[in-house]
């Protein structure tokens, strides 16, 4: 008989930690307003929930490497815009923040989720933060939730 594992949306006793950037605020305020929305329909506490700010995206991995370390949480958002301009800055702070994160989830022994959006407009990155195309940051937090109950099972 086959055996399937996976985790639940339902968290009341998960402490989590959102990064957020503080760059592109029009959108990460909204990415985090979704976070938070996301976290309390799976029932994590207000207080349960800390938001730690940077202030880009190219800072966010070694913020998370530092929470991930400390052990005071069961797992991490990360969310942050970096909207494509004109000059090749887009190519390297998405690169590196995106890559900075995946190397972080590998070893941080709890879920790490992606939630650093990277678009060629600001609308398209407003559609993604709640706009049009649902809200990122409501879906990174369900992920974690879903992840570190995954997690909780494997263990």
Same mark, same amino acid.
């Given at each position: 008989? @086959?055996?399937?594992?996976?985790?639940?949306?339902?968290?009341?006793?998960?402490?989590?930690?959102? +990064?957020? #950037?503080?760059?592109? #605020?029009?959108?990460?305020?909204?990415?985090?307003?979704?976070?938070?929305?996301?976290?309390?329909?799976?029932?994590?506490? #207000?207080?349960?929930?800390?938001?730690?700010r940077t202030p880009g995206s190219?800072? +966010?991995?070694?913020? @998370?490497?530092?929470?991930?370390?400390?052990?005071?949480?069961?797992?991490?958002?990360?969310?942050?815009?970096?909207?494509?301009?004109?000059? =090749?800055h887009f190519d390297y702070v998405?690169?590196?923040?995106?890559?900075?994160?995946?190397?972080?989830?590998?070893?941080?022994?709890? =879920?790490?989720?992606?939630?650093?959006? @990277?678009?060629?407009?600001?609308?398209?990155?407003?559609?993604?933060?709640?706009?049009?195309?649902?809200?990122?940051?409501?879906?990174?937090?369900?992920?974690?939730i879903e992840m570190v109950n995954?997690?909780?099972?494997?263990?």
């Amino acid at each position: 008989m @086959t055996r399937f594992i996976e985790g639940s949306l339902r968290a009341s006793a998960c402490k989590v930690c959102i +990064i957020v #950037s503080r760059f592109n #605020s029009l959108v990460t305020e909204r990415l985090l307003e979704g976070a938070l929305d996301g976290l309390s329909r799976s029932g994590v506490p #207000s207080e349960k929930i800390t938001v730690i700010r940077t202030p880009g995206s190219f800072e +966010i991995p070694g913020v @998370t490497a530092r929470v991930a370390k400390s052990g005071a949480y069961d797992g991490v958002i990360t969310l942050g815009a970096v909207v494509r301009g004109e000059t =090749p800055h887009f190519d390297y702070v998405s690169a590196e923040a995106v890559k900075g994160v995946a190397q972080v989830s590998l070893t941080a022994g709890i =879920p790490v989720i992606m939630g650093i959006l @990277t678009t060629d407009t600001m609308e398209q990155a407003l559609d993604r933060a709640g706009a049009k195309a649902g809200n990122k940051g409501f879906e990174a937090a369900r992920n974690l939730i879903e992840m570190v109950n995954l997690y909780g099972e494997l263990s």
